[in-house]
């Protein structure tokens, strides 16, 4: 079944982030052990409860060398320490496959980090901005905001997931508030 993206927008649940068509991910905060530099502050959290901090509605209409997948990411306000709600991140499985997001509602930032080289960045994903993810760039996302933050990330089809490269060697860098804004600033030991 195939079910264009204004269709699919305009059936788009702005508070669950569901949406026909699509196949849901949530994410809560036990599902991103590892991810936040402050384990103090995450076990803190989890002895309280286990947030939901995100959901994907990803929609793969067909699979081939030339089609196009894309997802809608809600993805919660808060932090953990100084940290704010961020999803897991990751490397396309077929490392050349880049990425175009779109931001929707809310005020995100996006850390890309340059597989190779280290070298890392935050660019706003705000509503109406667009960020192209090159290939070889690990990419995670940040809510900054206080309300939720949605976005469209499309990729390749066959652009796959790699999460495990993330899960063993981190992003080099964390993305904390300082004075009331984000700040990258390289991830403490
Ligand atoms: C797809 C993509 C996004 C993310 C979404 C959730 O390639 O980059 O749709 O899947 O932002 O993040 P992860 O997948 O890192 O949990
Ligand atoms: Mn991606």
Redesign the pocket.
Known sequence: MFLNPEELLSQYNPVTGEMPGASMVK?HLSDLRGCFADTAAYDATMITGNPLL?S?GAVEPAGGDGDLHY?V?LLLPGKIGDEYYM????L?AWRPAA?FYFGLTGDGVMLLEDEATGESRIVPLRPNDVVYVPGHTA???MNVGNTPLTYI?V?PAK?G?DYTTIAEKNFCCIVVERDGKPAMVERPD
């Open positions: 994410r995100y994907v997802g990411g999803t897991k991140g990751h396309h990425e990419h995670r996302t990330g990729y652009a997931h």
